[in-house]
């Protein structure tokens, strides 16, 4: 991003504000008391003071303030009023309730009509009472709210209602995407923007550029602005940012974590997940990289907002646990289930959490979040899974800003594009699309040659190449299977057996990593292996307490016992290009790609439901995947060699003892 050096704050600040608009404040000659020392409430016009007729009284009359009063550090700013003298102060006093300063300003100038004063850096964009002090006397002028922006002066334009400057140690840069989820501008040489803005959302964003951060509130990215006046009043709406080398980064992509202060989630959330991706951190960083996390969505979840008191405020709490500032997603269960429409629902997320899609860029990637679910909540909190038209549109907009269609593109939503694929009927080669219009969405981002899409919502883990430019990652979850197998089995596995956890991305330039770190395992712990002779699933040994008929049902393949000696391996983040190869005595053994389910998964979650004699939520069940693979040994004793190797090149082993038991705590 170009940085014009030469464009400093001073170049911005050599033009005043004359406080002449919004209600006057006739003072008349009324002698007032001295600025209190201390913050107790000061006299105000409205009060009726005791009449002093002494010399040494002084007076300022027709004074008004705006309501706000928009300035820049260090401009020269002009008080029209009657009666100022040479020698007079003026004293900005903080409204009860703010932790600043008082700060007193010597003037600089003074006329028939006004008083001159440089503004100090000390000044906050808060709200001040304003005294003029002259020898030992004080007289309360008005208040005004102080909004203090980098350049004050920014001439209007016809039909542009939010204007600003986005900037770096005070100069502006150039050519840096601003929006408020419609329209799309991009600063000018001196970092100024406009937007014709109508602000329906109530807020505009910045499109962080490469090498730069913003500012974070504790973990929150602070890249947007919120909009607070009437559409047709301009509002100036700056963003500063912070030089910083982030073309070596890695993001933490996190699915769902479903905290609802339920099923033991908060403690697990804090000592499995929380002290997991905090070590990834800091191995990261230590290793001199710029370190980031992206949630996917269903951070809550929104049938337990009013039940449980939890919601969107206490997952912030433990975001802010997070040692790198989090991007957020928001998911169906993050929608307001006390309200109907998609954008009335969302409220709740834009206010604790800021804009529903955005997009911003971290070194060469450039990274977008989408709101991919159109939340009616007419009938028991349904939703669609789209991308609404308005939304579709700015999206159009911002990756037209983008010219040079080689910038690798990360697009983060919370439904998944494509649905799980059955390798059995073609699907892997024919993905089914679960958007709406995702066949418009795989369009838009068909103009570039690297896309990597990253969903959460299904629980599982599965990868889908649309294209050689675009490939789905449907990401294995935090929360697991909605935190039941941590609670039940200790072991913390989704439904189609992905170990509960996250996905790495590491990009160095355009050299793009990525790996799924299972929660509790090193990084390498990439497949499990099954002996199929040993997965016997019974009713006897997994769930004695169970009084139901249903028990095949759930048990399904693996409810009569298999002496073929088969062995199961699930890979979980497999995708195309990975292979796995399984030797048996330096034999070669034929492997066979599945569409099956996970027997560990059967007995951690369902058995044990079954076992309190609970009906196993159906969401929540088994699901098969195609991320398995089959091979058929030659006895029931062989040792087998497996190998399975990624689209990257590493590798990874397992010497596979057999028999090997089905355990909770099997790898």
């Not at 939304?391 to 983060?412: C, E, G, N, R, Y």
């Not at 390798?423 to 896309?451: H, M």
């Not at 499990?528 to 002779?533: F, P, Q, T």
Request: glycine share 6%.
């Amino acid at each position: 991003m170009e940085k014009k050096d030469h464009f400093t704050r001073r170049a911005f600040i050599q033009g005043t504000i004359v406080t002449g608009l919004g209600l006057t404040l006739n003072l008349g000659s009324c002698k007032k008391p001295s600025l209190p020392e201390e913050p107790t409430e000061p006299t105000k016009p409205d009060e009726t003071p005791e009449p002093d007729d002494s010399e040494d009284t002084f007076k300022v009359t027709d004074v008004s303030f705006p309501f706000q009063t928009d300035v820049s550090k260090g401009m020269a700013l002009t008080i029209a009023g009657v009666g100022f003298a040479t020698g007079d102060r003026i004293v900005f006093q903080p409204v009860a309730g703010t932790n600043h300063e008082k700060v007193t300003v010597e003037t600089t100038s003074v006329t028939d009509y006004a008083a001159v004063v440089v503004l100090p850096d000390t000044l906050h964009s808060v709200r001040y009472e304003i005294y003029v002090t002259r020898g030992t006397e004080s007289l309360y002028l008005g208040a005004t709210n102080l909004k203090v922006v980098f350049n004050a002066t920014i001439p209007d334009q016809p039909g542009m209602t939010v204007k600003g400057t986005v900037y770096a140690a005070g100069a502006g840069l150039a050519g840096v995407v601003v929006s408020d989820g419609y329209a799309v501008s991009k600063t000018d040489a001196e970092g100024v923007y406009y937007l014709p803005s109508a602000k329906k959302n109530g807020y505009v964003f910045v499109s962080i550029p490469a090498n730069y951060e913003v500012a974070t509130d504790e973990r929150l990215p602070l890249f947007f602005n919120r909009l607070a006046r009437a559409e047709q009043i301009v509002e100036i709406m700056d963003f500063e940012l912070t030089p910083v080398d982030n073309n070596h980064h890695v993001v933490m992509v996190l699915g769902d974590m479903h905290l609802a202060n339920r099923n033991q989630d908060v403690s697990q959330f804090q000592s499995g997940f929380l002290a997991d991706v905090n070590q990834s951190i800091s191995h990261y960083e230590q290793a001199g990289k710029k370190v980031y996390a992206l949630t996917l969505g269903d951070m809550t979840w929104d049938t337990y907002w009013q039940s449980n008191n939890y919601s969107l405020p206490d997952y912030l709490q433990e975001m802010n646990k997070i040692n790198a500032p989090v991007f957020n997603t928001i998911g169906n269960h993050d929608n307001n289930p006390a309200k109907t429409g998609d954008w009335e629902t969302s409220d709740r997320f834009r206010t604790i959490l800021g804009p529903t899609y955005y997009s911003f860029n971290i070194g060469k990637v450039h990274y977008v979040v989408l709101d991919n679910i159109e939340y009616l909540n007419t009938n028991n909190r349904n939703y669609n899974g789209t991308i609404v038209a308005e939304q579709m549109a700015w999206l159009v907009k911002d990756l037209d800003m983008i010219t040079d269609k080689s910038t690798p593109i990360f697009v983060a939503m919370h439904i998944q594009l494509a649905s799980n694929p059955n390798i059995e009927s073609g699907e892997s080669a024919n993905p089914r699309i679960r958007l709406t219009n995702g066949q418009e969405l795989i369009d838009v981002l068909s103009a570039f040659d690297t896309v990597h899409v990253f969903t959460g919502h299904t629980h599982m883990n599965y990868n889908i190449r649309y294209s050689p430019s675009l490939l789905e990652h449907n990401i294995g979850v935090v929360c697991a299977t909605w935190w039941w197998t941590g609670k039940l089995a200790n072991n913390h596995i989704c439904k189609d057996g992905t170990p509960g956890g996250y996905e790495i991305w590491e990009a160095d330039h355009r050299d793009l990593k990525w790996t799924y770190k299972s929660i509790g395992y090193d990084e390498d712990y990439q497949f499990r292996a099954y002996d199929l002779n040993k997965v016997h699933i019974t009713k006897d040994v997994y769930a004695p307490a169970y009084t139901g008929t249903s028990w095949n049902t759930y048990a399904v393949e693996y409810a009569d016992q298999n002496q073929r000696n088969e062995v199961l391996i699930n890979v979980w983040n497999y995708d195309t290009d990975w292979t796995v190869t399984v030797a048996e005595n330096g034999n070669q053994l034929p492997v066979t790609r599945v569409h099956a389910r996970d027997p560990l998964h059967i007995i951690s979650y369902t058995a044990k439901r079954l076992d309190a004699n609970a009906v196993p939520t159906a969401d929540f069940v088994t699901a098969k995947s195609s991320h398995l693979f089959k091979v058929q040994a030659s006895s029931p004793t062989s040792t087998l060699e497996i190998t399975v190797t990624d689209g990257l090149g590493r590798v990874y082993t397992e010497q596979m003892v057999r028999p090997k038991e089905l355990e909770y705590l099997m790898r």
